[in-house]
Structures are given as structure tokens and as C-alpha cells.
């Protein structure tokens, strides 16, 4: 038999012979955003898409896709497609499929009605995006919400998946994106460690598969730890079977031994860390020595200079701290000689701090956290260290614990312990985010500001979710509902949450009226929502499905391309084109490519000439408003696109002339072209033709463009950030809590310890062949897929030694009950030695319930039936796996 290449050959081969024409674009069946090449062929007169491919083009995925991306072509052709507008038929309840066919003009009008009709003001509406909106329309959306006057987005990635596991990335590295910048460079890393996480990598995202695949051709060290033997596990060296939630400690004690051996690198950690500032206490708490401006921003910062012996002072923001405010050349001191006096007081430098605080993290307190023996952590932390170049992974979704923003920060600072950040076998940062970064420092140095799409990293949702938080931002002097409701909860007594950007936090509380801000109710009445899927991906269910029926909601709009769960709870239902068929109204970024490259989709296929692209719809409701001039002038605002240009583009929209995604699509065309130095007929033609346009390399960028080396960051003191500024300034607003400590801190998870024998820790996990628990699981592929492993991917995992005591085989139908909250499921059991004993593992991808999803509905078992509304009090990120469940058969 030919071998699997050899086959892929020829099958390439025959696709190429026959009469197709491959039309690029970029996958929607996840947030990887692989660029893909679209096979359009001429069937019974009708361009048709007959197969999905990889674009070699791409420096993300490389020409390959999963399985998924393949399946993708089904998407289009699915029977159960949304064709038409629709509007629920008087008089039936939310959640009940009862709806009549209407034209986009009544549609639009009916939703202008409802409004009317239930007074709602314009912070009493809130729309809600999926990840597609959030990466594809986010200045559209964001637009859209601030030239409304609506201060309310509830947005996908963010509480349920990154906001609080990326917090802890930035803290640290200073940068933010809304599908990961930080690319990990597996392929040239010679050892791998990985933590909670799978289809992050290995099951399957792409861009980040193939630089494994490399790694593992190469023999790279690969250690994984997870509770159950994921994907990802299997393909380890090292499987540890870690506690639940006690990452953090395995985390802690590597730091312990790295310092206290001497294994980081201490060339960056001297040059570009705030290792080496000096630091008193103050109150139990450490605090760097520094001046600041009136915005509270460092100014200065005092370090020992090793070569003088003098203490030296440093600029505020810099990348590195080997010159002085005075120009001087100096080499920092990790450590102060003993009886060291300043000024009366006693500093010491960070890095003595943080070794005090490591000391009781000793791999041996870190055993009886995790499980992990001991010499093993010892033995891992030592290989790590010495071995170059040495990587810890990223992570990507986060949101399962009050403790994931500290492990992911842990993880960060090892990473720049052992000289990591941005190098070769390390973490390698975006090229859009090293351009945006260096926009932003010569629009810094010029005194000109930056619009807010163009903000690098953490000052993006800074900036950005700032706004929504800032009740003087907006003429109604309402900021989000998310933060009346932590204020409120601060008023009486209550943690609240920090930063609860773009988050459903209150949601529940404004829909019953129980919400109060300045004194008077803050009410929701109406939701618009773009590719969200909240009664799936929210947790839990029932909440959502409490908001979208109650009778105080005036209306509910759902833009989708399939008849998911969450549509059938809206009033009105606008059908979308999909991603094969549209063009977008914007030239993108190449996500998380460490290359600086552009990409676009372009239409593969025609649409039911019902369905919208977004942009004409967010267009259809400005007009409906009264509000597109001011629609059009913040688009151009926040983005920077030039608003003559917009309005000329716009202008021909209005009459008819063209699309309103083809009047943003010339623009956006025309300002990247005449970046490059071409036209935008040009640049058009290379993308069509390429897909992708690599403008340059990540090792072309990094010659000038290093994070670290050449750039500050956007942390507060333009260094890798090992003592967080920003969280030392959570605690001067907040007072002290764990959550925000600046320096190294164990936080464990919060779950009963003491157990009975029916009751273990809960732990869940994506499947290869879905994504998320998305509409995507109705695609007759993937279904087929992934019924071949049904008692795998559907069924509840525990381990033979429980299985046994309780009496549970295979196939066996048991209760799950959730102690915490008292939600129930049913769920099939698959007894595996796959687990640990003390856990049980399912996975969060099946469980539709919308019968018109012919394939998917009824299969499986819901995630959200059984998370509790929980979450963490920084960024309000959903605690899903804090609690113990009791599994009776
Ligand atoms: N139960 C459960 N919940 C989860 C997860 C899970 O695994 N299980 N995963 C979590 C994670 S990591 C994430 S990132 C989020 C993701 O959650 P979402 O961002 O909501 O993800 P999707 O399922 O891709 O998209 C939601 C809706 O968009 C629709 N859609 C797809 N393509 C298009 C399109 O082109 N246009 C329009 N208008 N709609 C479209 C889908 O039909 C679906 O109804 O979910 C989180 N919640
Ligand atoms: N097939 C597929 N691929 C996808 C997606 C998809 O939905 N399906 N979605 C994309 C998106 S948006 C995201 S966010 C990423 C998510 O990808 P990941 O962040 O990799 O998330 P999961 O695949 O859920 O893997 C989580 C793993 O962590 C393990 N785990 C659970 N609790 C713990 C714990 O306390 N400690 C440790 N060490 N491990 C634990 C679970 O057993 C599971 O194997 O995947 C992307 N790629
Ligand atoms: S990983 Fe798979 S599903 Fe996700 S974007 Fe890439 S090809 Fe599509
Ligand atoms: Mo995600």
C-alpha cells in the first residue's frame, strides 16, 4: 500500500487535473483561522465548492487543515441553513421553533418596533458576538456599540474561554489579541512542556499542530501534564497525571528550583526584567521603589549597578535596563550585598524577593498538591532549565479556575526566567502585534495618538473595555452593565469583579430589574446577537435560557447561518452568508503568525440571495437608527481608516451602488495598498491569487523588532513584567487578595477536599472532530467522525479502580450531580485507566437540543447542564471545573 503521502499526492494530483478553480480563504470551523483554498467547480451550471484544502501559502497552517476544516464544505450545503429572514409568529413562547418568513425590510422594521414599542434606551440594549464576530467585525461591532450609545457587548472568547488564563500571559509579556498572539515555536525547541491544554495544539489547531509535528520529528522532550491521557498526552514523553486545579504548584516549584540552582538565563533576566529593581516592604506587601507621573505611570525606577557599585536610576518605560536616565552605561545587580542602605531604607531587589517568597515552594510541598512525586518536578525543572531552548506552552482556553490567570502568569515567568520570550525555540509574538507596537511607540515619540484598533497588546482592552467601564465616556452617563453590577456588589460588601470586560456579569440581574445604578434601575430589554451561542456556551444553560424567556426582554435578534440552540429563543432571526460565501469587509492580519502577513476571504460561491454579510446588516440597523453618519465616523475613528474615503465608499452603498461590505472592503484595500507602496487593484489580484501575503518574515522581524531586545512592551514599565505593576495596582485600588498578588503566590483550587467514595473532581476537554459545542457538530462528517469513538467522546471517563466499587461498565447510563450546585446530567460511562481515579472527565462538545440540527440534536450529553454560574473576581472568567460531582449509575 502507498504510504499516507504518497496517496495525499495523488490525490492532489487528480483534484488538480480536474476543472477547478481554487478560491482562497480562511476556515470558520475555529478561532485558528487557517488559511484555506476553496475548490469551486462548475456542477449542472452552478459554481459549486467541492473541496476544502490548505493554502501552502499560509505561514500559520501551512497547507494543512484538521478534519474539521476539510468537513467544512458541508457547513454550506447543510439542509437545515437559515434562508431567510424570520420573525416568531405572535404569540409563541421563546424557545419554541415558531416562526414565519419575512423580508429583511419587515424584519428590520419589526425590531425597530419592538424597541419603540418597550422604550428601550440605548444602554438598555446589549449585543452579544461570537468569536466570528469578535475577530472578523470587531470595528464594525465596536462601532456600531459606541456611535449607539450602547455600553454593553458581551463577547466570545472571553469569560468562557481566554480573558483570565491571557491576563496572566500579559501581565507578564504585555500583550493581549483575542485569539493568541503568542505562537509558541515548538519546532525549534528542544523540550516541551504543556498544561492543561489538548486541542490547542494536538487535537487539532492547526497552526500549531504542524509546528509540533516538527517538534516531535526533531525529538524534542515533550512532557504533558493533564489529569487524563488527552491527545496530547499520548504523544508526550512524560504524562503526568496532575491533580486537578494544582497546576500553579507544579509551576511554583519549577521557579523554586530554577532560581535556587541558578538555571535562568540571567543575561535577560538582568537586561530586561524588573528582576534586578530595587524594592522595600511595605505593609507585608513588596514594593519597587519608583516615581510616577499623575497618571500613575513609572517614571523612574532605582537599580545597584554591579560594574560602580552605585545605585543607578532607570527610566520609567524601557525595554532594557542597561542605560540610565543620565544616558550612562550600567549592568544591574541581581542581588544587594547584605546591610544594603538607601536613603534610610533597606532594599532589596525583586528577584531576592521573589527568591523569599519561592522558598516554601519546594518540589516536595508541590507532591502533595499535585501528585506529582517530588523528584520528578526536581528532575523536570532541572532538565528544563538546562536545556536550550526550552519551552513552557502558552495555553489557550483558560476560564476552569479562580486560579488560571496566576498559573498562566507562573508559566509566563518561567518562560522569560529561562530567556524565552520572543527567540527561537520560544514564544514568538505576532507579527501584527510587533507592528502595531511599533506604530505605537513613533506615534508616542510624534505625540500623535493611536485609534484604538491600532493599540498593541494590553492596551487594547485597556483602552477599549475602559471605555465601557467609564460612565463620562457616554452622553447617558451609564457605563456597561457588567460594571454597575460589581459596583453594586462593592456597595454592599461584595468582591465584585475588577475588570468584567465584554462579560455577562449582571446580565441576569439587569434582565430581572434587580439592577441598580446612580439609584435607579439599569435594565437589558434587548439583545442582538452576531454568531453568539449562549444557551450552549454560557454557563449554565438554565441562565441564559431565564434571560432569553423572560417576559422583560422586549427582543431578541439572532444573526447565525444554522438553526442553533440559541436561535430558537429569539424573536428575530437573520440569516447570515457563511464563510465560503462571502467576501469580508476587510483586509485581516495573519492572526497568531509570528510573520507579518495579511489575508482575506473572498466569495467561493454564491449565497441564497436572502442571506447578508454582516456588515450590510450592522449597516441596515445605523440606517434604521438614524445614526450612520456617526457610524461612519467612528468606524474611521477607532480604526483609522480615512473617512473621506469611507464616506465616498458609503455613499455609493446608500444608492444602491454597491454592498455596504464592498464600500469597507475598497477602503480597507485602498489604506493597506498604499501601505505596501502598490495599488489596490493590485493588492487584490496578489491576494486572490496567493491567499496570504507574507510583507515579512518573523526572522526579518526580529533582527529589528525582538520584543525585549528592541521593543518595550505594553506592561507598564516596558519590561517583562516578573512583579506585576498592574496587579500591584489592583491591590492599591482593592486592598490585598490572592487573586491579584503581584509577586509568587499559590492559589489552590477551591473544591472539597473530603470526599466520599462516589465523589470526584470534574474535568472536561474539546473533541478532534468538534469545535466547541457548536452548531459545526451537525456536520454529517464530522458526526459520522465522531461517533466512531462514541464512548470516548461522548461518555463519562472514569477510572477501573471506581468503576469497580460502584458497580459501573461501560456503556452503563449514569447520574452526574454537581455538589456545588445541584445541577444533574445523564451521561453513557466509558471506564478507562485514562483517568485518574479521583476525576471524571467528559467532553464539552455534544448535546444540541435544536431538533432542526437533524444530526447533532439529542446526541450527547450538554457541558453547560451541569457548570454553575461561578466566576473569578478579575475579569469575571467562568470558575467551569470548581466543584465536585457525586456519579451514581
Ligand atoms: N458547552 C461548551 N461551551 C463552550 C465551549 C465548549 O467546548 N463547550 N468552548 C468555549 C470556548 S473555548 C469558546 S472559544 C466559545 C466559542 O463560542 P462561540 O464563539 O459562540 O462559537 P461558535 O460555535 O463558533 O459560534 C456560535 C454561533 O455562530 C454560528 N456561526 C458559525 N459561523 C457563522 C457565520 O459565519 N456567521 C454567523 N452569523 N454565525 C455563524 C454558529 O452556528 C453558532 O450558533 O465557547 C465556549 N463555551
Ligand atoms: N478540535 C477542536 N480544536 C479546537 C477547538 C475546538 O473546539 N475543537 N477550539 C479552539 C479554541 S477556541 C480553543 S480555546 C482551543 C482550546 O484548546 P485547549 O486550551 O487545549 O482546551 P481543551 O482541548 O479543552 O484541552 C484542555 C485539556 O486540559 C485538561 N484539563 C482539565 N483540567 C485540567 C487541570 O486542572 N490541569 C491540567 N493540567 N489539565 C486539565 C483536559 O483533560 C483537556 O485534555 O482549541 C482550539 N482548537
Ligand atoms: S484548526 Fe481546523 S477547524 Fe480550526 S481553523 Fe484550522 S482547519 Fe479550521
Ligand atoms: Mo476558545
Redesign the pocket.
Known sequence: MSSLKERNVAAKQTTASRDVEWVPSIC?F??TVCNVRIGVKDVNGKRTAVKIEGNSNSPLNRGKTCARGQAGLKQTYDEGRLTTPLIRVEGSKRGEWNFRPASWEEATNHFMQKLQEHQVQPWEMAMAG????CVFYMPLALAFAFSMGMPNIIA??MQ??VAAGHLGNDFVTGNFNYHDEVMADFENANYIIFSMTNSGVAAASTSRLVRFAEAKKRGAKVIVLDPRLSELAAKADEWLPVKPGTDSAFFLAMIHVILRKGLYDSDFVTKHTNMPFLAVEHQGMVVPMMESNEQGYPTAFWVLDQVSGEVRKLPGYSNQNTIDMDGKNLLPALEVPKGFEMNGQKPKTIFQYLLEQTAKFTPSWAEQETGIPAATIERIAVEFGQTRPALVDPGW?GARYDNILNTRRLQSIIQALVGGIDTTGGWLMSGEYREKLMHFLQNMKEGKPTPVLGLPGMQFPLTAAGRFFDPSQWQHGHPSFAMAHSMAEKAAGHTGVIFPAFSDYGLEEAVDGKLQFNGEPYRIKAILM????PV???YPESRWKKILTSPNLGVVVA????P?D??AYADIILP?Q??IERDEPFVYGAGPSPDLAITTRFSAVDSNPNAKG?ADILFGFAQAFGGLDRYVQTISEISGMDLNDLKKEIGKAVKGQQSFTQAIRNVSFKQHAKGLGMTATKLEQTLREKGVLVIETADKLREHASIAKHLPVPTPSGRIEIYSLMLAGFVMQQGYQPNWDPGLVYIPPHVNQERKPDEFNFIYG?TPTV??????SNNPILMTLSKVKEDEFMGLWINPQKATMLNIKTGDTVTVENLVSGQKAQIKAFVTEMVRPDTVFMS??FGTENPLLKNSAGVGT???KLVPYQVEPVVSAFRSQEFTVRVTK
Not at 771 to 776: C, L, M, V
Open positions: 470558520n475555529c478561532s461570537g468569536w466570528t464576530s466570545s472568547p468562557q474561554c482556553h452576531n454568531a453568539a451561542n450552549r456556551h454560557m444573526i447565525d447561518i444554522l442553533s440559541t436561535t447570515n457563511n464563510y454582516t474539546k469545535s466547541y459545542a457548536s452548531t459545526n464539552s462538545s450538554a457541558l453547560n
